[in-house]
């Protein structure tokens, strides 16, 4: 399936998990807390490298009109308050990814002038779901470029918006990711986009720490 939305008269808009893109191009060349891309000062680049390099692929293949980027905040959600295990069983990331992290955001909004949305008590992906659901009402084809397939709830053929799945977790080599549609995430999951919250209700998410 093309990259390209079959909807070409709309205009596209390409949203990125910000986070997601992030950890995978960390560890897509850094095995652990030392190592990865760095300046001759010793200043880390991994991130900053390989996010940069999957957005322009990206923007190449699609051609989007818009481009907005989420992050995290360092604020616990208001997931985290009604379940203080929820992601405990993630590793805190080294230094040197936050470090990058925050090199990198400079460089979106200072000299692509691409947006960066935040918010406090919020993960990227609500933010996702927010602006993907607004931008179709107002005539937008929806690209959200992410790893996680907890987004496959958001996706609709009929809102015109679809995820751009980066498979195989925060490891997996970098590539072409695949362009999910409604058929796409019932062959994925095993059902429709509406019933990935039930779904998840129901098996837990050991992603997240969900029993």
């Not at 996010?51 to 208001?78: A, H, Q, R």
């Not at 985290?80 to 990331?93: G, I, M, S, W």
Request: net charge negative; proline share 6%.
């Amino acid at each position: 399936m093309s990259l390209k939305s079959e909807n070409s008269k709309k205009p596209i808009l390409l949203l990125v998990d910000g986070h997601s893109l992030a950890f995978r191009s960390f560890y897509a060349f850094s095995k652990g807390i030392d190592g990865g891309l760095t300046t001759k000062e010793g200043f880390p680049t991994s991130v900053t490298y390989g996010f940069l390099k999957s957005l322009l692929d990206n923007c190449k293949n699609i051609s989007p009109e818009g481009v907005c980027i989420t992050f995290d905040t360092e604020k616990p959600t208001f997931r985290h308050e009604l379940d203080p295990n929820y992601k405990a069983n993630r590793d805190v990331a080294p230094d040197v990814f936050f470090q990058d992290i925050e090199q990198l955001e400079i460089i979106l909004e200072e000299s692509l002038n691409l947006p960066i949305f935040k918010s406090p008590g919020y993960e990227a992906d609500d933010l996702l779901g927010t602006i993907a659901n607004d931008a179709s009402s107002k005539g937008w084809c929806v690209n959200i470029l992410s790893g996680d397939r907890d987004l496959f709830q958001l996706v609709d053929d009929q809102k015109d918006i679809y995820v751009l799945y980066m498979g195989g977790g925060p490891y997996a080599k970098s590539g072409n990711p695949t362009l999910m549609n409604e058929h796409g995430v019932k062959e994925k999951l095993g059902v429709t986009p509406e019933r990935v919250v039930d779904l998840k209700a129901l098996t837990g998410d050991s992603s997240d720490n969900i029993p």
